[in-house]
T-cell receptor, first 112, second 115 residues
Framework: KQEVTQIPAALSVPEGENLVLNCSFT??????LQWFRQDPGKGLTSLLL?????REQTSGRLNASLDKSSGRSTLYIAASQPGDSATYLC???????????FGGGTRLMVKP | NAGVMQNPRHLVRRRGQEARLRCSPM?????VYWYRQLPEEGLKFMVY????????ESGMPKERFSAEFPKEGPSILRIQQVVRGDSAAYFC?????????????FGEGSRLTVL
């Protein structure tokens, strides 16, 4: 059974810092990995999708990497801003099975 | 191109009543997933449907919960005889047909409160 873990569970940083969010998964037989953002009381916004054959994806100040063999992904946020404050969720889609399995999320607070 | 539409956004029910949550997938998407997010917890898979078929319901509670995705109209998640523990945010996601290598797109969620 796939298990996804995100570390840290919460993070508070001053504005302007570069930061790294970590995600690990136990079963490396995945189709893809997605990073999402969730604001309080809101839905999920897809940030980046990495297919199993890819090593990384970039969008603006965000960069996500994938090391499938070791079961790890990182989300790098450059020059953080208060508007980046949200919960960031990592999820993997297994080869076997029919769903995304989510981690518990990292709750990020960027202080002005 | 509208995104995944869920309604109602907020629903209040008393214990023992029924709750019906609706989800219209993105245009061209024929795969629908339902997830539940309990307060202060992560998202848990409930059920995966294609048009007129339940593909995987391994995350659905065995009693009181059912889901459908008819040929016409939205997908419906139905909770009978609700209890306080059913209070949660219910999210629907959709993806394109074919092999599951595409992105899932999520709706804004339906927040159920059971009094």
């Amino acid at each position: 059974k796939q298990e996804v873990t995100q570390i840290p569970a919460a993070l508070s940083v001053p504005e302007g810092e570069n930061l790294v969010l970590n995600c690990s998964f136990t079963d490396s037989a995945i189709y893809n990995l997605q990073w999402f953002r969730q604001d309080p009381g809101k839905g999920l916004t897809s940030l980046l999708l990495i297919q199993s054959s890819q090593r990384e994806q970039t969008s603006g100040r965000l960069n996500a990497s994938l090391d499938k063999s070791s079961g790890r992904s990182t989300l790098y946020i450059a020059a953080s801003q208060p508007g980046d404050s949200a919960t960031y969720l990592c999820a993997v889609y297994n080869n076997a099975g029919n769903m995304l399995t989510f981690g518990g999320g990292t709750r990020l607070m960027v202080k002005p | 191109n509208a995104g995944v539409m869920q309604n109602p956004r907020h629903l209040v029910r008393r214990r023992g009543q029924e709750a019906r949550l609706r989800c219209s997938p993105m245009k061209g998407h024929s795969h629908v997933y339902w997830y539940r997010q309990l307060p202060e917890e992560g998202l848990k898979f409930m059920v995966y449907l294609q048009k007129e078929n339940i593909i995987d319901e391994s995350g659905m509670p065995k009693e009181r919960f059912s889901a459908e995705f008819p040929k016409e109209g939205p997908s419906i998640l139905r909770i009978q005889q609700v209890v306080r523990g059913d209070s949660a945010a219910y999210f629907c996601a959709s993806s394109q047909p074919g092999t599951p290598t595409g992105e899932l797109f999520f709706g804004e969620g339906s927040r159920l409160t059971v009094l």
